[in-house]
């Protein structure tokens, strides 16, 4: 049985790919399993990692590599879990790269602590910067679940090494069709089931934010509805859980910072702005505290004052000021 099980989903990722996947085949833990799935790309991402396979003639019979027809990132994560058989599980997306000793760190803590999970700092990567993000662990699982709602954890996955068999023992896997935020949910019940989680004070991992396309990212329908509908889920999950009643204030805070993304990150029109204004009625107390966002709070007062024919204009001013401070920022 292996270490560790890395799981890789690529889809169009042939500009980074290559510095991903030698990142990952250069670890200095040895016995590990790398399951690379291509999600039906339509560069030539296959060919490139079929060619660097090639040459770790010592990975060739612990690597699984598939490819087929695109079925979306959360399929393609639970289908590397079902394929996995190591001690433990980490993900590593496709155009971000990881320190030699990415894995060696994360499975000695949890081999020393006896951890469920492990989680480790991460470097966030612009054009012309980098900035550390640092976690911070408590001693409780409701505290942690705490800070993952108040985004003092990350709901990523891939900062993670977790135990193979509480995921088995407690069916949690990603939702199918369900693409946008899967990692949070996964995160949050991961946390719930595990009997302890430990930290390493290293950054290991390099989130790669350089695609200027983020700039201009616009939410699909599709993509809006995955993350009320994880939203929801995660509320339920709470809530059978016992945890609501404790962390009520911060699954509030989760939905405002969820309500500003449908938003923010909407196609800007009027229809779709009053979605996002109307989701989660139950937070609105929180609109005029300082945890609202100005320009959330802009367009309730032209609700207020039933102008809000003007927030498709105000949207396209708060673009417009976010790709000049972005630009400022990263000289």
Request: glycine share 2%; aromatic share 12%; net charge positive.
């Amino acid at each position: 049985m292996p270490k560790v099980s890395v799981i890789l989903p690529v889809y169009n990722a042939e500009k980074y790919i290559e510095r991903s996947l030698y990142s990952v085949l250069d670890q200095t833990l040895d016995d590990i399993q790398i399951i690379i799935i291509d999600d039906g790309s339509t560069d030539n991402s296959f060919s490139i990692i079929n060619s660097i396979i090639n040459k770790y003639q010592k990975y060739k019979n612990k690597t699984i590599l598939i490819s087929r027809e695109n079925k979306g990132v959360a399929t393609t994560r639970a289908e590397g879990i079902t394929l996995a058989s190591g001690d433990y599980i980490i993900q590593c997306d496709s155009d971000d790269w990881v320190e030699k000793n990415w894995l060696q760190l994360l499975y000695d803590t949890a081999r020393k602590n006896d951890s469920d999970i492990v989680i480790c700092d991460y470097m966030n990567v612009y054009k012309n910067k980098q900035y550390r993000t640092s976690q911070k662990i408590y001693p409780s699982i409701q505290e942690n679940i705490n800070a993952l709602l108040k985004g003092e954890i990350s709901n990523v996955n891939w900062d993670k090494l977790i135990r193979r068999s509480l995921l088995v023992e407690n069916d949690i896997n990603y939702i199918q069709n369900l693409n946008m935020g899967e990692d949070f949910l996964f995160t949050l019940q991961a946390f719930h089931y595990a009997k302890k989680i430990s930290h390493t004070p290293n950054v290991l991992y390099y989130y790669n934010k350089t695609n200027e396309k983020s700039l201009t990212y616009k939410y699909s329908d599709k993509s809006l509805n995955d993350i009320i509908n994880i939203t929801n889920k995660a509320e339920y999950f709470l809530s059978q859980s016992g945890y609501l009643n404790n962390i009520k204030k911060s699954l509030d805070l989760f939905k405002l910072n969820i309500k500003t993304l449908s938003i923010t990150r909407s196609r800007g029109k009027s229809y779709d702005i009053k979605k996002g204004i109307d989701l989660f009625p139950e937070i609105n107390y929180l609109i005029s505290t300082k945890y609202a966002s100005r320009i959330l709070k802009i367009m309730y007062f032209t609700e207020s004052l039933n102008m809000n024919f003007l927030n498709p204009f105000v949207l396209k001013l708060f673009n417009i000021y976010i790709k000049i401070n972005h630009l400022i920022n990263n000289k």
